[in-house]
């Protein structure tokens, strides 16, 4: 069986409300999702959710890099050769990470479809049927994120986490009202990269007088020192790597340096399962869990992070938030319910993919 087709789909997907970060608005996430057809008629569906600030990439760059360097490169070639695909990517084109995610994702669904079982079985297999996850509240008024909280503590969840960074005085009113209304829940933050130095040290410990136990990539994602000083100064709050944790190189860095706890491993940064695998096994020999991370993308990707959380021991958190955040997906099946993520169960991904409306937004 060989790769004989692959189909880029341009997918702008609608959000059910408005999401504020320290960087970024979203009301739509920009993606794509891809079709991989072999010789055999045997079809894998994956998906990408490229953001900028995350990658550097964008919809229109993974869709060249696709067209002009990945898809020519990866034709002809079985789709059980992941190592091998893997290195003719990383061969066609440095980075790009949400691009080849996109692939490495499909090939999962393809081999899956193909031998009839789920993702998961091919990850190692099945840990963890369900987890918990987190509920994500942005950069609202205190009013809001504790209204927010308390509708979403009344739906099951049991995980929370704040973003914050750009107005620390209202960013600690907001974490004190979500405080307030969880008591006693875990909490953590998310400052995508806002603080500097000092600063950084300084907030840790004022969120950690309110509950936070976690801190996510407080400073610049190049800023190791930064990063170590946060941990060293607050040591009953964990520091978590999102943005300066996209691949292997980057997790040896970090262990080395001994400067975070966790690692944030997002498919679109690791450019994949396959590559996230072996990222959570450097860390778990290093001793440090990890969350199975996402960004607002859509559900064909939330999807394949569930097989990732369910088949990995180390992965200890979990944000998938699509079903709760995706208006009018073209994958559907991927389920919250009362705040746990349940993994699909079905062959390959699981999902069901509505390939008649996705045609139309055919490149």
Same mark, same amino acid.
């Given at each position: 069986?060989?790769?004989?087709?692959?189909?880029?789909?341009?997918?702008d997907?609608?959000l059910? #409300?408005?999401l504020?970060?320290a960087h970024?608005?979203?009301q739509?996430t920009?993606?794509?999702y @891809?079709?991989?057809?072999t010789d055999?008629?045997?079809?894998g569906y #994956?998906?990408t959710a490229p953001?900028?600030?995350i990658?550097g990439?964008?919809?229109?760059?993974?869709i060249a890099v =696709?067209?002009k360097r990945i898809i020519?490169?990866?034709?002809?070639?079985d789709p059980?050769?992941l190592?091998?695909?893997?290195d003719?990517m990383d061969?066609?084109?440095?980075?790009?990470?949400a691009?080849k995610?996109?692939i490495d994702?499909?090939?999962?669904?393809l081999? #899956?479809?193909?031998? %009839?079982v789920?993702?998961y079985q091919l990850l !190692?297999?099945l840990?963890?049927?369900?987890?918990p996850?987190f509920?994500l509240?942005?950069?609202?008024?205190p009013e809001?994120?504790?209204?927010?909280?308390?509708q979403?503590l009344?739906?099951?969840? %049991?995980e929370?986490?704040?973003?914050?960074?750009?107005?620390?005085?209202?960013?600690l009113k %907001?974490v004190?009202?979500?405080?307030?209304v969880?008591k !006693?829940?875990?909490?953590?933050?998310?400052?995508?990269q806002a603080?500097k !130095?000092k600063?950084?040290?300084?907030?840790t410990?004022r969120?950690?007088?309110?509950g936070?136990?976690?801190v996510?990539q407080p400073v610049h994602m190049d800023?190791?020192?930064?990063?170590?000083?946060?941990?060293? #100064?607050?040591p009953?709050v964990?520091?978590?790597?999102?943005?300066? @944790?996209?691949?292997l190189?980057?997790?040896l860095? $970090? /262990?080395?340096?001994?400067a975070?706890?966790?690692?944030?491993?997002?498919l679109?940064?690791t450019g994949g399962l396959?590559p996230?695998?072996?990222?959570?096994? =450097?860390?778990e020999?290093a001793?440090?869990d990890?969350?199975a991370?996402?960004t /607002?993308?859509?559900? $064909?990707i939330?999807?394949?992070?569930?097989h990732? =959380?369910?088949?990995?021991r180390n992965v200890?958190?979990?944000?998938?938030?699509?079903p709760q955040w995706?208006?009018?997906d073209f994958?559907t099946?991927?389920?919250?319910?009362?705040g746990?993520?349940?993994?699909p169960?079905?062959i390959g991904i699981?999902?069901e993919?509505d390939?008649e409306?996705?045609?139309?937004?055919?490149v």
């Open positions: 069986m060989i790769i004989k087709q692959i189909e880029v789909y341009k997918t997907i609608e059910n #409300g408005e504020h970060s970024t608005r979203y739509v920009e993606d794509i @891809i079709k991989i057809i055999e008629d045997v079809t #994956g998906a953001k900028y600030y990658t990439e964008t919809q229109e760059t993974v =696709l067209k020519p490169a990866i034709l002809g070639e059980f050769s190592e091998k695909i893997h003719k061969h066609a084109i440095k980075g790009n990470t691009a995610a996109a994702i499909a090939l999962y669904d081999m #899956g479809k193909y031998l %009839r789920p993702v !190692g297999g840990y963890r049927k369900e987890m996850a509920d509240i942005g950069l609202v008024t809001e994120a504790a209204q927010k909280a308390a979403q009344k739906g099951g969840y %049991r929370f986490k704040v973003k914050v960074g750009p107005n620390s005085d209202l960013d %907001r004190k009202a979500v405080s307030e969880i !006693g829940i875990p909490l953590k933050v998310d400052a995508n603080w !130095g600063q950084a040290v300084y907030l410990q969120f950690a007088e309110l936070v136990n976690v996510e800023d190791l020192e930064g990063l170590l000083a946060v941990k060293n #100064g607050c009953q964990e520091v978590m790597a999102d943005e300066s @944790i996209k691949s190189t980057d997790a860095r $970090l /262990i080395k340096y001994q975070v706890d966790l690692f944030n491993l997002k679109v940064k396959y996230a695998k072996k990222i959570a096994v =450097l860390a020999a001793n440090m990890c969350m991370g996402c /607002i993308q859509n559900t $064909l939330d999807a394949a992070t569930a990732f =959380l369910a088949s990995t200890v958190y979990n944000e998938i938030k699509s995706i208006k009018n994958a099946g991927l389920k919250i319910i009362e746990m993520v349940i993994v169960v079905g699981g999902l993919i390939e409306r996705l045609t139309s937004y055919k």
